[in-house]
């Protein structure tokens, strides 16, 4: 897929949904995930972070001791996160307006798998570790800033779980959002819907090859989904080595850090 075609592909099946889904997508993610806000919290107070695919800011203010900055694609997502009063800017993963090596940490939780082509989630990890400090520029020991990031994707290896997808099924598949009747009458009655967390509100999905197998969505969401090691490869191949990894409820997630002479 061209570069043009993919920008043109990910604003059709990505950015266009968030948009169209913003407010009760919202409304259903305000719970942090277990291992992402241990990792805020065991950041050093006074750190500087960049949350990068933000959301609606249900991260920026997991550990009031330290300052996050939110950006994402969706304008509708990051006008809740800054009405919440968080400081957020509308930017492109690929195209962050920050200046690179200012950042004592970066998380971005379920925004890679996101990216079509394996060039652009690599360039969008390498993105990523670029907003790091740098040795230079970093308070660390001898040679190192100890600026890390945190980045979690889909896992391809979800057996166990409701959507059923496992080695040797596509990984490239369209992820369907259902706005039920019963969910819109919460929301108008002002109450909180469940939160999903790790598991999206959707009915089985499909994949690009296969097509549909439900006629009950209403929109569709691209994922690549992620096989075991390939989170890894994409850190490495994107200049960064990993420090820890591992799998939590349908994620693979890598704690990284950038590479440096």
């Not at 970066?106 to 570790?129: D, G, N, P, W, Y």
């Not at 099924?169 to 108008?188: A, G």
Request: charged share 25%; hydrophobic share 35%.
């Amino acid at each position: 897929m061209a570069e043009l075609d993919s920008q043109r592909y990910e604003d059709e099946h990505v950015h266009r949904v968030y948009e169209q889904i913003a407010q009760h997508f919202s409304e259903t993610r305000y719970k942090p995930w277990p291992l992402v806000e241990t990792f805020l919290k065991n950041r050093p107070v006074g750190s500087v972070g960049l949350d990068v695919g933000c959301g609606n800011g249900k991260y920026l203010g997991v550990n009031p001791n330290v300052f996050i900055v939110g950006s994402d694609r969706s304008p509708a997502l990051t006008r809740i996160a800054s009405g919440r009063g968080y400081q957020t800017v509308v930017a492109d993963l690929l195209g962050l307006p920050n200046p690179d090596f200012r950042f004592d940490f970066v998380i971005s939780v379920a925004v890679v798998h996101h990216l079509s082509t394996q060039e652009r989630r690599v360039a969008a990890i390498k993105a990523i570790l670029a907003a790091l400090k740098s040795r230079h520029t970093g308070a660390g020991r001898a040679g190192d800033s100890g600026a890390e990031a945190l980045v979690y994707v889909w896992a391809l290896e979800q057996r166990k779980s409701r959507r059923g997808w496992d080695k040797g099924d596509d990984q490239d598949v369209m992820v369907p959002w259902v706005l039920k009747d019963s969910q819109k009458e919460r929301m108008v009655r002002g109450k909180r819907p469940r939160d999903y967390g790790h598991v999206e509100e959707a009915s089985k999905p499909y994949s690009l090859s296969k097509g549909p197998t439900s006629a009950s969505t209403t929109v569709h969401r691209f994922y690549h989904l992620y096989r075991a090691g390939e989170l890894e490869q994409d850190v490495v191949a994107a200049g960064g080595f990993v420090v820890e990894s591992g799998y939590e409820d349908d994620n693979w997630w890598a704690i990284a850090r950038r590479k440096e002479p």
